[in-house]
């Protein structure tokens, strides 16, 4: 089994920035993949980030690239996600997840954190 916990998200002003952070307990291997995605009040859940353990290769959808940079530490066991340039539109659900499949695609993630909320202002 594998727990994920979220930390980090909060109030901030449009262009300002955030670090959420995903920290991973219980069984995982080099071969998983972590994702970032959000979900705000009544929309669909999306994908945002996504990174490999094993050689920390990233993918991006494309309102993140450019902005967000998703960073993992093998050592301590920790995902993070660094939001900068924020605006009002990334206010969301911010939620960690994790799968053993390719990086490339983006759904099949199995285990999920129970999200942070993130709020930008205008």
């Known amino acids: 089994q594998v727990q994920l916990v979220e930390s980090g998200g909060g109030s901030v002003q449009a262009g300002g920035s955030l670090r959420l952070s995903c920290a991973v307990s219980?069984?995982?291997?080099?071969?998983?993949?972590m994702g970032w995605f959000r979900q705000a009040p009544g929309k669909e859940r999306d994908f945002v980030a996504a990174i490999t353990w094993s050689d920390g290769s990233t993918n991006y959808a494309d309102s993140a690239k450019g902005r967000f940079t998703c960073s993992r530490d093998n050592a301590r066991n920790t995902v993070s996600l660094q939001m900068n340039s924020l605006k009002p539109e990334d206010t969301a659900v911010y939620y960690c997840?994790?799968?053993?499949?390719?990086?490339?695609?983006?759904?099949?993630?199995?285990?999920w954190g129970q999200g942070t909320q993130v709020t930008v202002s205008s």
């Open positions: 997840a994790t799968k053993a499949g390719t990086l490339y695609k983006r759904t099949g993630y199995n285990y």
């Open positions: 219980g069984r995982t291997f080099s071969g998983y993949t």
